[in-house]
């Protein structure tokens, strides 16, 4: 069952955090004119004066970021200068200064005095700070042209659903679009420094990130970026028909202009830069490998457990998940469950295949409209979800050109002072039956991605939590939402319980496999022999799995240890509770948090 991939937010790849510190430079220079009161007031209004600065740079820093966060950037006081994608970077000094100045911009307000609105986002800004000045050493490990949402798929789709309401907004667009080849450039000139050092990508992940930008090129005039061009144009009533006809015709040129030839030019590139790439095995083999992956793990899982403790916690849920597993098979056969002295793997294998067998034999009505999807899960979860404020979803489709190289789904998250707006993008060549979809719009919508972004958007947290990524937080919940999920379908609670475990192995294999892999140093056949023991045998299909991990490090950590901490949360919460114990209230204490590391989650959600 390797149909579990990512579904995920849609996000424009960007350097998490550093553009945020160079910004601190100028935050820090306002801040220090006027701190000096310890006035409880006075101190939380100079707080939010900070954070407001920080927001302000740190969303107006690139084209895409101000106009994905808002909506009318002139009601923050923004004015925008200069139309950019931005550049990558590896100026590791700048990053360095820049945390030291937000370590001491932060040391300058009392910290008991800030409200606990204020504590929450002066906790995640220490947390960033520290985060990026131990990141700012592996400036080169990392890979813009990932495997599973690297600039090479994701530019496509951010342009594609880029808002334009208005005549400026084409304008800006078009500009924007200009600036491909120099945004391209500086992607190259960073992929040449990644060689130099000895970093870059092997050869076969290297050909899927050629394939997929030719995949891009090859649609050619049938490019979803005219098509959902022109669908945005005609609905810009200021305009004239021959004024949107001629935009139009614009778009196509750009597109021909200079977004295809910066494509071309990079596939160009990548070739020149074939057979660079010395290690086709994980991060442990790199110098300082483990050191990096160790960093990667914590960055993207938000939580503060060892490796090796993320390992042990997964080994004790597939074997809880199992425990759960044999006991419905046990009632559904009405035997007892296998007694055996068997290996642990060879009884885990037999019982995995039993629960497989067990679930495809399932045969229930699932609608097959998205939007009835939708809805359902919008009723099923009133009883034990807090409610949300009005909103709005439109659920797309992936390019069938694009179906090859995008996630089986994702959600694009909308701008902050428009967040009613919501779109999911659904991968039909994904899809493989009617409950993969239905978990899968759990996972993007109710009580997933869009569930969660429109909950804590209708707090009105301060702007400047919107300019953090916490994938740990994020995934997990999702990945949480998912699972929940299948309690929501037409199943028996027997078959939504096989089959929700299933899936919780499945992705709990997945993470064994991407520790292993980078962490621990499995090879291909290594790989092969895991899934084997769990009595998955194709090993085309894991030699896959094995590539997709190579060139997306701790990925799979983001969605299944993310998971794992809330439920682990969720156990403490029951266990202090007792039978006061409400799931609509736990999910209301973490969900009030809002994203964050899972220490700053536990340590506000519950506080009277």
Known sequence: ?????????????KRKFQRLLVALTVAFAILCTGCESRNPERQNEKFREFTSEIFCQEASSNTVSLHYTL????????????????????????????????KKALEEFSYEALTEENKITYDVLMYCMEMTQEGAEYLLYEEPLGLVSGVQTQLPVVLSEYPLRTEQDVNTYLALLKTTPEYFDSLIEFEQKKADAGLFMADYALDEVMSQCEAFLDMGENNYLISTFVERVKSIGELTEEEKSDYMEKNALMLRTYVMPAYRKLTVALQALKGRGTNEKGLCYLPEGKA?????????????RSVEEMKLLTKQQILSDLEAMEGVLGEMTKQEANQNEESQSGGVSMRVQEAVQASAAVSSQFSTDPLVILKDLQVGIEKTFPALPETTYTVKYVPKAMEEHLSPAFYMIPSIDDYKDNVIYVNQAHMGNELTLFTTLAHEGYPGHLYQTVYFAGKNPD???????????VEGWATYAEMCSYYLTPL?????????????????????????????????????????????????????VYELIIGSPGNYLRYYIGYLEFLEMKKEWAAQKGEAFSQKEFHEAVLDVGPAPFEIVKKYAGRE
């Open 292 to 304: 990096y992956y160790e960093y990667v793990v914590r960055a993207g899982t938000g939580s503060e």
């Open 492 to 544: 028996s609670k027997q078959e939504a319980t096989l089959l929700q475990k299933n899936g919780s192995i499945m992705l709990g294999l997945y993470t064994l496999a991407d520790i292993g892999i980078h962490y621990d140093g499995w090879s291909r056949m290594d790989t092969i022999a895991f899934f084997s023991s769990y009595g998955i045998g194709d090993a085309e299909t894991i030699e896959k």
């Open 71 to 102: 909506k009318n950037p002139q009601e923050y006081g923004i004015e925008e200068d200069t139309v950019t994608f931005g550049k990558f970077s590896t100026d590791k000094e700048a990053i360095l200064a820049s945390g030291e100045n937000l």
């Open 1 to 13: 069952m390797f149909s579990q991939a990512f579904n995920t937010q849609c996000e424009f790849p």
């Open 463 to 473: 702007p400047v939590r919107n300019v953090f990524s916490f994938g740990g937080y």
